[in-house]
């Protein structure tokens, strides 16, 4: 099922790629595991997966100690400062990097273990009140003032489009995203290589890839509706 569900994703992706006139190499898919158990993570890497999303700090250990060592994992959820020491050397790349006193923290604790953290810096283009990131009038600075932080890199931007029924609604804040994106390489800042942008998840990734998404990050349509325990 899991498997079918991932060629399913391919095959939109592929199909989004030649509308817009890229590759289908230059997106990344991300199989966002959160609340998964391993058995699940296991059928998705089997099928060749290597690229897994998580948001709480805790279950992101636990499954980076459970999983194969080649795995890339992806923090895609809001980081406390105080959890950063746990997965500052685990993570392949912080997606939600959006306040200077988190990337502090980020810094400091990869200097201690003397390691270089990749980041992008999570943009909240819809203003949702609900949602976190930087505002989009915010977010260059921001960029400017993290670039200046040793072993920390800026790879790009992120962002959490608002949940509708018609994805096509999302299409005006991908394309800011990438504005701001285009914005900042024009600044040419130092020590910042902005390559990527996060945003697409189930519901409206093809969007996400004709408005120039490089990585998307799918929950739902490779492992199904996810069952959250009220606590
Ligand atoms: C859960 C989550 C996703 C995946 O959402 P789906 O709609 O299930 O694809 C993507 N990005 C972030 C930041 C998430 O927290």
């Known amino acids: 099922m899991i ?3 991932i060629k399913n994703v391919e095959a ?3 199909a989004a790629c030649a509308r817009s006139g890229r590759k289908p190499e230059d997106v990344c898919l991300i199989a966002v595991s959160k609340t998964k158990p391993i058995e699940m993570l296991q059928e998705a890497y089997d099928y060749g997966c290597r690229d897994f999303g998580e948001n709480k700090v805790q279950e992101l250990v636990d499954k980076y100690e459970k999983m194969p060592k080649d795995i890339r994992w992806h923090m895609i959820g809001h ?3 105080n959890k950063v020491k746990y997965i500052v050397d685990k993570v392949y ?3 939600s990097v959006d306040s200077l006193r988190l990337a502090e923290e980020i810094s400091k604790e990869a ?3 003397n390691v270089t953290v990749s980041i992008l810096v999570e943009v909240n283009v819809a203003g949702e009140e ?3 990131g930087t505002t989009s009038e915010e977010a260059i600075t921001l960029v400017e003032e993290i670039a200046k932080l040793p072993n920390i890199i800026i790879k790009g931007l992120m962002t959490i489009a608002p949940y509708v029924d018609v994805p096509e609604e999302n299409r005006l804040y991908f394309a800011k995203l990438k504005q701001i994106y285009v914005d900042i390489i024009h600044k040419n800042i130092d020590n910042i290589s902005m390559r990527e942008l996060s945003m697409g998840m189930t ?3 093809e969007v996400a890839i004709t408005e120039g998404a490089t990585y998307i ?3 739902t349509g490779i492992f199904g509706e996810r069952q959250y325990t009220t606590v």
């Open 3 to 5: 498997q079918e569900n």
């Open 12 to 14: 939109k992706m592929h």
């Open 79 to 81: 980081l406390q400062r």
């Open 93 to 95: 790349l912080i997606h």
């Open 111 to 113: 200097v201690k273990k």
């Open 130 to 132: 609900s949602k976190f």
């Open 203 to 205: 519901g409206d990734y």
């Open 217 to 219: 990050r799918v929950g």
